[in-house]
């Protein structure tokens, strides 16, 4: 059995106990004994116990979104649609509020901070991908990390939303990429603004040399590249 299969059968077992216990030792020993695994071959798939358990329930949701994206006519919507309709299927994705918002607790100490922020990125990354981004430049990175601060606020959003079927929270997210498209126009206008290209020539030939992350590049370095060439 691989370290995927053993993950997968610890997350199934641990979930029944996370809205009570949260991502913690006692959900992961619980797991471990509903699972029937040995501990030490448990350990050895989750090194970090249910931190690990935390960061693969996230990886699902993340899957979840992917196939259910792939199984959709986006043809006909506009692009800023597919983005919100992309962080809706990701956040339809979560079995339990309950499990989510106990991650959102886990990844808010900082010794997990780094994690919870790293996942939602690949998220925002995923997305991005799946819906045919073709950056190579600064804009990889700036739309990854706007995108980011949408689907982090729209979280925290939703776990509070009792509304019907979530449409205040619907509502929020599209407020959320409308503020994102408004950015993009901006962005746009400085372009075509010969005064303003001019004036900020300098720094943008900086930012210039900046590229997105090759294709092979080590696992777990810090994204992307800097191209030294003019």
């Known amino acids: 059995m691989s370290d995927t299969d053993v993950k997968d059968r610890l997350l199934d077992a641990a979930l029944i106990h996370v809205p009570f216990d949260g991502w913690s030792e006692a959900t992961f020993s619980a797991a471990i004994r509903d699972a029937g695994i040995d501990r030490a071959v448990a350990r050895a798939a989750c090194p970090r116990g249910a931190v690990d358990l935390a960061l693969a329930y996230h990886e699902r949701g993340d899957a979840q979104m992917l196939a259910r994206l792939a199984e959709t006519d986006l043809t006909a919507m506009r692009y800023r649609d597919r983005v919100a309709l992309a962080v809706r ?40 991908t799946a819906l045919g981004d073709t950056s190579d430049d600064i804009n990889w990175y700036t739309k990854r990390a706007t ?84």
Not at 104 to 116: N, R
């Open 89 to 128: 299927y990701r956040l339809e994705a979560a079995e339990d509020k309950e499990l989510v918002r106990r991650g959102t607790t886990l990844f808010s100490l900082p010794v997990y901070a780094p994690d919870g922020a790293r996942a939602i990125w690949n998220t925002c990354d995923k997305i991005w």
């Open 147 to 230: 995108l980011s601060g949408v689907y982090g606020a729209t979280v925290l959003f939703w776990l509070g939303d009792d509304s019907f079927e979530h449409q205040a929270t619907w509502s929020f997210l599209d407020r959320r990429i409308d503020d994102v498209m408004r950015i993009e126009k901006f962005k746009a206008s400085v372009r075509d603004n010969k005064a303003l290209s001019s004036l900020l020539a300098a720094p943008m030939a900086v930012l210039g040399k900046i590229r997105a992350p090759g294709k092979g590049a080590p696992e777990g370095g810090w994204p992307g590249r800097w191209n030294s060439r003019g």
